[in-house]
Nanobody
Framework: VQLQASGGGSVQAGGSLRLSCAAS????????MAWFRHIPWKEREIVAA????????YYADSVKGRFTIFRDNAKNMVYLQMNELKPEDTAVYYC?????????????????WGQGTQVTVSS
């Protein structure tokens, strides 16, 4: 499966962005999906994850209450709505797909990666 992330950009603190991830090559309706982010000199970290059916979601503590992950299997799309953005949210954000729900929060086990999209939040 090929994943194409988009929607990054530059915003001021308190602003919002919506990231989109378009999948192609195969359906993702039976894949668990996630968003990770990478800050220079730090390891890639999980931001949010969603089961293939959308019935369960996971959020990193740092984004709970501000970010929302959701998906549209009919369109082969996954989204990350980011509100109340903070400067510490500045990172390259990656879309990911994985078959195993128990390991989806761990970057080293991810099966499919999209290219990153830069999010920059200024204070």
């Amino acid at each position: 499966v090929q994943l194409q992330a988009s929607g990054g950009g530059s915003v001021q603190a308190g602003g919002s962005l919506r990231l989109s991830c378009a999948a192609s090559g195969r359906t993702v309706s039976n894949l668990h999906m996630a968003w990770f982010r990478h800050i220079p000199w730090k390891e890639r970290e999980i931001v949010a994850a969603i089961t293939w059916s959308g019935d369960r979601v996971y959020y990193a503590d740092s984004v709970k209450g501000r970010f929302t992950i959701f998906r549209d299997n009919a369109k082969n799309m996954v989204y990350l709505q980011m509100n109340e953005l903070k400067p510490e949210d500045t990172a390259v954000y990656y879309c990911a797909a994985h078959t195993d729900l128990t390991s989806i929060v761990n970057a080293q086990y991810i099966g499919y990666w999209g290219q990153g999209t830069q999010v920059t939040v200024s204070s």
